[in-house]
């Protein structure tokens, strides 16, 4: 499976900005997909994430309530739109991908992501 993110950049505390993971070679037609994000000095935490199986989309604590996410099946893409940013948010956000994946996604462990993009930096101005 193959992750490219995009759309990371500066923004000003309380803007928007949204990510975009596009997704190619799975296998199977049931798979996961995740954002995460890990800024320095602090653990990888999971955004959200959605799994093919059910559809249900999942969101961490992380950026509860702050993030929305959006799913294209045909293009196979994953968005995730990101509101009222603060400096606390800026990180590499990854897109992460689980082939062959038939259950909800909240209960696939962080760990167990096979795939994962580049990654791409956000960084929050105050």
């Known amino acids: 499976v193959q992750l490219v993110e995009s759309g990371g950049g500066l923004v000003q505390t309380g803007g928007s900005l949204r990510l975009s993971c596009a997704a190619s070679?799975?296998?199977?037609?049931?798979?996961?997909v995740a954002w995460f994000r890990q800024a320095p000095g602090r653990e990888r935490e999971r955004v959200a994430c959605v799994g093919t199986s059910d559809g249900r989309i999942d969101y961490g604590d992380a950026m509860r309530g702050r993030v929305k996410l959006f799913t294209d099946s045909a293009k196979k893409t994953i968005d995730l739109q990101m509101y009222d940013l603060s400096p606390e948010d800026t990180a590499i956000y990854y897109c992460?991908?689980?082939?062959?994946?038939?259950?909800?996604?909240?209960?696939?462990?962080?760990?167990?992501?096979?795939?994962w993009g580049q990654g791409t930096q956000v960084t929050v101005s105050s």
């Open positions: 992460a991908a689980l082939d062959d994946w038939g259950f909800s996604c909240y209960r696939l462990p962080d760990n167990d992501y096979d795939d």
């Open positions: 070679g799975f296998i199977e037609d049931e798979y996961a």
